[in-house]
């Protein structure tokens, strides 16, 4: 089987999440225990022990999450199934950074301190109550853009995730997107539902943060992966350093195209997807892209056993 390796983004945050890992694996642990360095305070403990309103503040959530999935792909290397053995790495939104991280391209210090700068600015970007985003089931992405532009009368919105065939997500200012809600139903939409999220992500909105982000990733160094990252925004492989930092400051405003992202390693040969840290939602959606694709979650020390004994069967 061809391989690639995906991690979450925004919204898989639980309270425990990598707490077994880090127990049963030093190599899992280890990572914590840099970020946490990193950041100059302990993200592990509210991570495991910490109120989920905490955890779920932007600015912790994203560097929390990347801890998560890299302590499982640590484990997992550790049992002999490193990022090597895959085609590609993608991530969905800030998991884009956990991929670069756990591809070697980003150190794991960097880029705790990255999406701590991006979780802040992300959040600074508009002031709460003036944004929203709203998901749109059962339209396709060309119908939910056309619905977002026909919303905008003069605000921005902008259809900001293309998730899967049926799941666009819209974001911008709160009445353009509560008129999205609307012209999305009388377009035929199953569902139309406003999120419960702190900030308008992925559209104009987050200029400023893109900006936050250019300034941040100027100071770093970002070295080519060891295997092709699947872009957010171009939906295609890049390794080129450069070029991976301009599209991490477009993401920010830009769409996530992931539904695009799937398909375009589907074509180019992956059969198998390993969705490393917490949640299942991408699999979830990958199901929902391509059903002759297989999924796996690898999110706890009984995933990482399971998923690397899958490997002398293949």
């Not at 709203?134 to 902008?158: H, K, P, S, W």
């Not at 293309?162 to 911008?172: A, K, L, R, T």
């Not at 992202?261 to 979830?284: F, H, N």
Request: proline residues 4%.
């Amino acid at each position: 089987m061809t391989r690639a390796f995906v991690f979450p983004g925004q919204g898989a945050q639980v309270i425990g999440m990598g707490a077994d890992l880090a127990k049963a694996h030093p190599a899992a642990k280890a990572v914590f225990d840099e970020v946490d360095d990193a950041l100059g305070e302990k993200l592990s403990t509210l991570i495991w022990e910490g109120a989920q309103d905490d955890l779920t503040l932007t600015a912790n959530a994203q560097p929390a999450l990347m801890a998560t999935s890299l302590a499982a792909m640590r484990a997992l290397a550790a049992e002999g199934a490193d990022v090597g053995q895959a085609a590609f790495v993608a991530g969905h939104s800030l998991g884009e950074y956990s991929a670069l991280a756990a591809a070697g391209a980003l150190g794991v210090g960097d880029t705790a301190r990255l999406l701590r700068i991006r979780g802040r600015a992300m959040q600074d970007a508009v002031p709460v109550g003036v944004g929203a985003m709203a998901a749109l089931l059962g339209l396709d992405f060309e119908t939910a853009r056309a619905v977002a532009d026909e919303a905008a009368q003069g605000e921005i919105c902008q259809a900001a995730n293309d998730n899967d065939p049926g799941q666009v997500v819209v974001s911008g200012h709160k009445a353009a997107v509560e008129r999205a809600v609307e012209l999305a139903k009388a377009r035929g939409a199953k569902r139309a539902v406003i999120l419960p999220v702190s900030a308008p992500f992925h559209c104009d909105l987050m200029a400023p943060a893109a900006e936050a982000m250019a300034q941040a990733l100027s100071e770093v160094t970002l070295v080519s992966p060891e295997v092709p990252l699947v872009s957010n925004v171009r939906a295609e492989p890049v390794t080129e350093p450069g070029e991976i930092k301009q599209l991490l400051i477009a993401q920010v405003t830009a769409p996530v195209r992931w539904c695009e992202s799937v398909q375009a390693m589907a074509r180019d040969g992956v059969t198998e997807i390993w969705e490393i840290g917490a949640g299942k939602a991408l699999s979830g959606m990958i199901r929902r892209i391509d059903r002759s694709l297989t999924c796996r979650t690898v999110g706890t020390s009984e995933d990482v056993h399971d998923a690397v004994a899958s490997l002398g069967q293949g």
